[in-house]
């Protein structure tokens, strides 16, 4: 009768319960999990066959753990790899074991329910210890694991199956919540240059060995989370590395005094074994100092503290990253950096290049000094306050001027800004103007 699909489903059904003549019912599409793929390492089954069928292990029985095997490649009749182990399959005259073994991703099904008591002997995990840590013991946490980041290859049947599995727990009051996880988040994947897949077959495999050789880690591990967004599918770009290595290049500079660095890389050069030992030499930038921030520098730092933490929250790296550029850039234009924000940035930037953060705290700082067990800094608003704004000034419509106020005026000044401006009165002298419209913060 024209309603839409849905709500038509739900009548009909509604409907048939009503006459008893069915009932609503949930299907659900399981795919097929490969149990044909056997495995050594895969979950054995506690199940044994004798004359009379198969038969479960008792409790005493349990856990039952696979023999120690070699050779654990599938038999050549097809068996699987644990009918090589000969007397672990028999468990008595006329008993055999079961030699088949569930996908070896069976166990990450419940995996992260282990890893909450993982010392347990008696259980795979107490319901004090479930409850804590999945939420259900106060109300106002987040109910199953807070924070799910899977690769799209795992998207469908790895998430179905846990899913599925915890639900079947949750039926059985073994756990005590309906969903395994609050909130997922699939990475993308990183494609070869040719922007296909990765595959050895196409030659495309970009070796992690070779970049790390030529640019290091940190910028390996920067250029990664640089790439995009975290859930979509990116080609690699070796030039976009070395983008990432020269921002490091330019952090070390804002911090390092220049010559000593030239004076460093020669002795390496000559003494490529003296490595830490010619660290020491290196000299701060006579620009780095023991003074106090200016509120313009305040005021830069904690724009980067707010973005860089907020975006971190929302696992927004490449525009985190972005930020901690655009910091980089302003204070290698300051005649003094004070060491006090050298410091905070270093802890913001510690997550996305450990190793070239730590050795520069330790530099400011001296001795052995580590960023390791520093609080992370936090933003203050009141340093984020505009002293002054733009703003745009129309005439009829038209971009006319555009006026530097400050941000605390009241709207009959902001008028009469505006119609001082000298770019106006061309465009009104001699006519009489009968309107004007503030938009506060944007337009005149």
Same mark, same amino acid.
């Given at each position: 009768?024209?309603?839409?699909?849905?709500?038509?489903?739900?009548?009909?059904?509604?409907?048939?319960?009503?006459?008893?003549?069915?009932?609503?019912?949930?299907?659900?599409?399981?795919?097929?999990?490969?149990?044909? !793929?056997?495995?050594?390492?895969?979950?054995?089954?506690?199940?044994?066959?004798?004359?009379?069928?198969?038969?479960?292990?008792?409790?005493?029985?349990?856990?039952?753990?696979?023999?120690?095997?070699?050779?654990?490649?599938?038999?050549?009749?097809?068996?699987?790899?644990?009918?090589?182990?000969?007397?672990?399959?028999?468990?008595?005259?006329?008993?055999?074991?079961?030699?088949?073994?569930?996908?070896? =991703?069976?166990?990450?099904?419940?995996?992260?329910?282990?890893?909450?008591?993982?010392?347990?002997?008696?259980?795979?995990?107490?319901?004090?210890?479930?409850?804590?840590?999945?939420?259900? #013991?106060?109300?106002?946490?987040?109910?199953?694991?807070?924070?799910?980041?899977?690769?799209?290859?795992?998207?469908?049947?790895?998430?179905?199956?846990?899913?599925?599995?915890?639900?079947?727990?949750?039926?059985?009051?073994? /756990?005590?919540?309906?969903?395994?996880?609050?909130?997922? /988040?699939?990475?993308?994947?990183?494609?070869?240059?040719?922007?296909?897949?990765?595959?050895?077959?196409?030659?495309? /495999?970009?070796?992690?060995?070779?970049?790390?050789?030529?640019?290091?880690?940190?910028?390996?591990?920067?250029?990664?989370?640089?790439?995009?967004?975290?859930?979509?599918?990116?080609? =690699?770009?070796?030039?976009?590395?070395?983008?990432?290595?020269?921002?490091?290049?330019?952090?070390? !500079?804002?911090?390092?005094?220049?010559?000593?660095?030239?004076?460093?890389?020669?002795?390496?050069?000559?003494?490529?074994?003296?490595?830490?030992?010619?660290?020491? #030499?290196?000299?701060?930038?006579?620009?780095?100092?023991?003074?106090?921030?200016?509120?313009?520098?305040?005021?830069?730092?904690?724009?980067?503290?707010?973005?860089?933490?907020?975006?971190?929250?929302?696992?927004?790296?490449?525009? #985190?990253?972005?930020?901690?550029?655009?910091?980089?850039?302003?204070?290698?234009? =300051?005649?003094?950096?004070?060491?006090?924000?050298?410091?905070?940035?270093?802890?913001?930037?510690?997550?996305?290049?450990?190793?070239?953060?730590?050795?520069?705290?330790?530099?400011?700082?001296?001795?052995?000094?580590?960023?390791?067990?520093?609080? =992370?800094?936090?933003?203050?608003?009141?340093?984020?306050?505009?002293?002054?704004?733009?703003?745009?000034?129309?005439?009829?419509?038209?971009?006319?001027?555009?006026?530097?106020?400050?941000?605390?005026?009241?709207?009959? #000044?902001?008028?009469?800004?505006?119609?001082?401006?000298?770019?106006?009165?061309?465009?009104?002298?001699?006519?009489?103007?009968?309107? /004007?419209?503030?938009?506060?913060?944007?337009?005149?």
């Amino acid at each position: 009768d024209g309603l839409p699909t849905p709500e038509a489903k739900r009548t009909i059904t509604a409907w048939l319960e009503e006459k008893a003549l069915g009932q609503g019912m949930i299907n659900y599409k399981l795919r097929d999990w490969l149990f044909s !793929r056997q495995r050594y390492w895969g979950e054995p089954f506690p199940i044994v066959w004798d004359e009379g069928g198969h038969v479960g292990l008792s409790e005493h029985d349990l856990p039952l753990t696979p023999p120690d095997l070699t050779d654990f490649k599938p038999t050549g009749a097809g068996d699987p790899p644990l009918a090589r182990a000969g007397d672990w399959c028999q468990a008595g005259e006329g008993i055999t074991r079961e030699t088949n073994t569930m996908p070896q =991703w069976a166990g990450s099904c419940w995996y992260y329910l282990r890893y909450l008591d993982a010392q347990n002997c008696d259980r795979f995990v107490a319901e004090r210890a479930e409850r804590y840590w999945m939420g259900s #013991a106060n109300d106002d946490a987040t109910l199953g694991v807070d924070l799910y980041v899977g690769g799209t290859e795992h998207a469908v049947l790895h998430l179905l199956y846990a899913r599925f599995w915890h639900k079947v727990l949750f039926d059985l009051d073994q /756990v005590s919540t309906p969903e395994p996880f609050y909130k997922l /988040v699939n990475q993308g994947l990183i494609l070869g240059e040719d922007g296909q897949k990765m595959s050895k077959s196409r030659g495309n /495999v970009v070796n992690p060995d070779d970049i790390l050789n030529e640019f290091g880690s940190d910028a390996f591990r920067l250029y990664e989370m640089f790439m995009g967004p975290l859930e979509m599918v990116k080609p =690699w770009n070796t030039k976009g590395v070395e983008g990432v290595y020269r921002f490091l290049g330019r952090v070390w !500079r804002m911090l390092i005094d220049e010559q000593s660095e030239k004076e460093f890389e020669q002795q390496l050069t000559a003494s490529p074994d003296r490595g830490l030992e010619l660290l020491t #030499a290196l000299k701060l930038d006579e620009a780095v100092g023991q003074v106090e921030a200016t509120p313009e520098q305040l005021k830069v730092l904690h724009i980067c503290i707010k973005k860089v933490t907020e975006d971190m929250e929302h696992l927004r790296f490449n525009t #985190a990253i972005s930020a901690l550029m655009v910091f980089t850039n302003e204070a290698l234009n =300051w005649d003094i950096r004070p060491v006090t924000v050298m410091n905070d940035f270093l802890l913001l930037l510690a997550p996305f290049a450990p190793h070239i953060a730590e050795e520069l705290y330790a530099k400011v700082n001296g001795g052995d000094s580590t960023l390791a067990y520093q609080p =992370w800094p936090s933003h203050n608003d009141e340093y984020l306050i505009e002293s002054s704004i733009e703003m745009a000034v129309q005439v009829n419509g038209k971009v006319r001027d555009r006026i530097q106020i400050p941000a605390d005026i009241d709207e009959a #000044a902001i008028k009469q800004l505006a119609l001082d401006s000298g770019n106006v009165k061309r465009h009104t002298d001699g006519k009489s103007v009968k309107k /004007v419209i503030v938009i506060p913060g944007k337009l005149v």
